[in-house]
């Protein structure tokens, strides 16, 4: 069977990666793929973004399945699109993904629906927002409501950062971000206590299958300190992910959110991800959704994955995800992100990437924003690899990831050396 991967950064190389280990997988396409799918003989970049080229590409080349890791092409109606052709493609449809594309369909449909989550009000008035940060005073959180490549929360821990971030996403729309109606919109919402966790699955319109717990890095530096980023790092499983934590998840959080899109005649299938805050009591209230899998979680996940990811996602396609059982490695994996000079503010392109490993069974080094240039790999992006390790425990898996880490060498580049440090305590 021939794939199609759509997307370019960490999370799609990750994807490609697996489903190419499948003896069903007879040609991996990523569109557009990055330096690392570039090097690799087994896969073939695709130049298309496009969702009608997309279509038609996939159509004209027999594409068996489909696969969407970004959340740009969902917002756009990809799925909607393959699938009114007779394509098979994983992901959700477009009205499906204002789950993560709108944070203000997503906190009212959570509201509706009973799932736990912090209270918050929506606003496009930036005095009704001001008169709002007032009144509930800091700390407090304010999020574009939109697409914002990750970026568009700001955790303020005092009155003065909220409305800073007011004035920034909604009086001088700096994110560029625009919510499903037009024009910029902030979501704030109560500040929440706890520990951060990542609970990803897999849905098929009714049934559901849970990927393996994972938590990641949100903060530039060391301590999580620092700006926030769209992720330094992260390692599977999650030791805050209790027994315990996992069936509340499951119980108050997912499948009241697939009960819900179902009874709104929106069905949900594809990845979804709940962000998750978990407080002392072990209750989980959702931060965020997103209609994909996280990146960098989906590097350690794939590297414990040890069914056939095509007959995974081919079920899942076929609404046969309850005939399904998910078979994990028991060991840890963990992923450090190594960025580019100048992330996140303002990423330097175009330094060349020397000391690149050969992939190992218990080490790869998956590229996110990297390109190949007349054969040499140089930075084309803010976070550039993500270097993931396999091993008997939390502080193996550090060493041996770190170990690859300072074997590799770009100008700049930035990394944290604490990743994994919560599950260590």
């Known amino acids: 069977m021939k794939i199609l991967v759509i997307g370019g950064g960490g999370r799609e190389h990750a994807l490609a990666w697996k489903l190419g280990q499948s003896p069903k997988a007879s040609k991996v396409y990523v569109a557009p793929g990055n330096g690392g799918t570039a090097l690799d003989a087994k896969f073939e970049n695709v130049p298309i973004t496009g969702v009608r080229e997309l279509r038609e590409w996939a159509q004209a080349n027999k594409i068996g399945l489909t696969v969407v890791g970004p959340e740009a092409p969902?917002?756009?109606?990809?799925?909607?699109?393959?699938?009114a052709h007779g394509l098979r493609i994983f992901g959700p449809t477009k009205a499906a993904a204002q789950l993560e594309s709108s944070k203000a369909?997503?906190?009212?449909?959570?509201?509706?629906?009973?799932?736990?989550?912090?209270?918050?009000?929506?606003?496009?008035?930036?005095?009704?927002?001001?008169?709002?940060?007032?009144r509930l005073g800091a700390p407090i959180v304010v999020k574009a409501d939109g697409l914002a490549a990750g970026k568009g929360v700001v955790v303020a821990m005092t009155a003065e950062e909220a409305?800073?971030?007011?004035?920034?996403?909604?009086?001088?729309?700096?994110?560029?971000?625009?919510?499903?109606?037009?024009?910029?919109?902030?979501?704030?919402?109560?500040?929440?206590?706890?520990?951060?966790?990542s609970f990803i699955v897999l849905c098929d319109g009714k049934n559901v299958a849970a990927l393996a717990t994972s938590?990641?890095?949100?903060?530039?530096?060391?301590?999580?300190?620092?700006?926030?980023?769209?992720?330094?790092?992260?390692?599977?499983?999650?030791?805050?992910?209790?027994?315990d934590v996992h069936a509340r998840a499951m119980r108050e959080v997912i499948l009241p959110t697939i009960r819900g899109m179902e009874k709104d005649g929106i069905p949900y299938t594809g990845f979804l991800y709940a962000g998750l805050m978990i407080d002392a009591k072990g209750h989980p209230k959702t931060l965020e959704f997103n209609c994909r899998m996280g990146?960098?979680?989906?590097?350690?996940?794939?590297?414990?994955?040890?069914?056939?990811?095509?007959?995974?996602?081919?079920?899942?396609?076929?609404?046969?995800?309850d005939q399904v059982e998910l078979q994990w490695d028991r060991r840890?994996?963990?992923?450090?992100?190594m960025a580019a000079h100048g992330y996140p503010e303002a990423p330097r392109k175009g330094d060349a990437i020397n000391g690149l490993p050969p992939d190992a069974d218990?080490?790869?080094?998956?590229?996110?924003?990297?390109?190949?240039?007349?054969?040499?790999?140089?930075?084309?992006?803010?976070?550039?690899?993500?270097v993931t390790a396999l091993a008997d425990s939390v502080k193996q898996a550090q060493q041996r990831a770190y170990d690859v880490a300072r074997g590799i060498h770009f100008d700049g580049a930035q990394y944290r050396h604490d990743i994994g440090h919560r599950a260590v305590k």
Not at 74 to 83: C, H, I, M, Q, S
């Open 74 to 83: 969902l917002a756009a109606g990809v799925v909607d699109e393959f699938r």
């Open 332 to 337: 840890t994996a963990l992923g450090v992100v």
């Open 295 to 321: 990146d960098p979680e989906t590097q350690p996940i794939l590297m414990r994955l040890k069914s056939d990811l095509v007959d995974v996602l081919g079920a899942a396609v076929d609404g046969k995800l």
């Open 362 to 386: 218990d080490a790869m080094v998956f590229h996110a924003g990297t390109e190949l240039v007349e054969g040499v790999v140089r930075t084309s992006g803010g976070r550039v690899l993500c």
């Open 105 to 134: 369909f997503s906190k009212a449909f959570m509201r509706r629906h009973g799932i736990p989550t912090a209270d918050y009000d929506t606003f496009t008035d930036p005095a009704a927002a001001h008169a709002f940060v007032d």
């Open 215 to 243: 938590q990641d890095h949100k903060r530039l530096k060391d301590g999580d300190q620092g700006p926030n980023t769209g992720g330094m790092g992260a390692y599977s499983p999650a030791p805050v992910v209790t027994a």
């Open 163 to 197: 409305h800073d971030a007011v004035d920034f996403m909604l009086v001088d729309n700096k994110y560029g971000v625009a919510h499903n109606d037009g024009g910029a919109r902030v979501v704030i919402e109560q500040f929440l206590e706890g520990e951060e966790a």
